[in-house]
DNA sequence: CACGTAATGTACGAACTGGTACGTTAGTAA
DNA sequence: TTACTAACGTACCAGTTCGTACATTACGTG
């Protein structure tokens, strides 16, 4: 019989600044994601952490700045990817509905990162609005749709006149809401957005309906 | 220079169940809608209030028990209005796209229940899930929007294979996001969803995409 | 190998927060 | 009028929670 052996550390070193912040990083995502700002606990953050309570303070100075320094590397991961996505060699029909497609994926995905925004949007993005990393951070997806608009308009094949954000708007509406909403909405229709299979069913949904409004006969408008 | 006048009650009955409750329940949507569940604070509740907090724990047993409360009131409420929704005497196209002006008018009408809506999914909605009131409420709305898609389809006017559940999502999602996030995506992307001149705009939009998806030629599909 | 500093751990406190024990009063029915 | 009960108020507590003072140690540098 072995006692319970003393909770090893990953090797390597034994102080690493960047690690230790990582790690609080990481489990603060989760934490703040699962219980909300005010839910979290910092103490619980610690607990579930390597290092102890006193690194949070020593390296992130409060909980308010730990939540905004959660958001920012969620959101630079967030730009991180978008910019990976490369549509623009495809026709602008095609182009499109694969960008909604990643959005699409990217949402199912990151679960985490949805619950985050949501419970920023309930504290009015104030956290947001006081990052200057987060208040200047330029969105390289709209450029792209904007782009992918101007040709299928050029090709004839764009009816509608809708700008870049707001076409935005209307993909991300669909993601964000499926997702995020997925509990009331499930206990309200008994139907599980994000249940097993259902997921091509509305990334086609999806996808349909953006080019249906893109390339609808203009008398509907 | 005559001191403070102390709080005057409005006319009538000092003691009154009815009306303490209510104040209790208007009160406390408010402050949960603005602070979330964690955020409000029992005491900040009962301060607003005419009364005390030991009120609200004689009439509602403790803050659980208030935050279930408040949710099945505002969804009473929505139930309450979907039912005077009279849109049927309509041809199904004009039908569908006033039921989604409607969804639309209301999201912006009551931010504070999107609010509510919102950090009960942060917690999973397990309000309501322990709620048979909420559990068990059925939405007319979906009746309504069934019935119009089968006329329509009968009519011929509607190609796009949807049911009256998807159709909902597909209309709420909009109509959710757009009041929901409007903070962090008027951070992220310069644009005010919910500014005075643009709701004519986007209520055109909600509806355009509607009857687009809906009368698409199956070839897109 | 000494030494300075960044990195870390321990213990603790002040304020807050949900909840309750206990006492009081307005309204009502007989 | 009287007596009873629903409705209400005050004071308080026990546990929690963010934050910090102080001591300590690993690690790079010369």
New binding site residues.
């Given amino acids: 019989m072995s006692a319970v052996p003393p909770p090893t550390r990953p090797a390597g070193?034994?102080?690493?600044?960047a690690?230790?912040?990582a790690e609080i990083l990481d489990v603060a995502t989760q934490e703040f994601a699962r219980q909300g700002y005010?839910g979290?606990?910092?103490?619980?953050i610690a607990a579930r952490t390597?290092?102890?309570?006193?690194?949070?303070?020593?390296?992130f100075?409060?909980?308010?700045q730990?939540f905004t320094a959660v958001l920012e590397r969620a959101y630079a991961e967030i730009r991180r990817q978008e910019q990976e996505a490369d549509v623009e060699h495809l026709e602008p029909l095609a182009a499109i509905r694969r960008l909604a497609e990643l959005t699409f994926d990217h949402h199912e995905a990151h679960p985490d990162f949805i619950r985050l925004v949501s419970i920023e949007n309930i504290h009015d993005a104030s956290h947001m609005a006081a990052s200057p990393t987060l208040s200047k951070l330029n969105t390289p997806a709209i450029d792209v749709i904007g782009r992918i608009l101007e040709a299928g308009r050029a090709e004839g094949v764009f009816t509608a006149e809708i700008d870049a954000v707001d076409l935005h708007m209307m993909i991300s509406s669909f993601c964000f809401f499926r997702v995020a909403n997925r509990h009331t909405f499930g206990s309200l229709f008994g139907r599980d957005l994000v249940a097993g299979g259902t997921r091509e069913h509305y990334r086609r949904m999806l996808g349909d309906m953006v080019i249906a409004y893109l390339t609808a006969p203009p008398a509907s408008h």
């Fill in positions: 070193r034994m102080r690493d600044a690690r230790t912040q005010d979290a606990r910092v103490d619980e390597r290092t102890t309570k006193r690194m949070i303070y020593y390296y100075g409060g909980k308010e730990l």
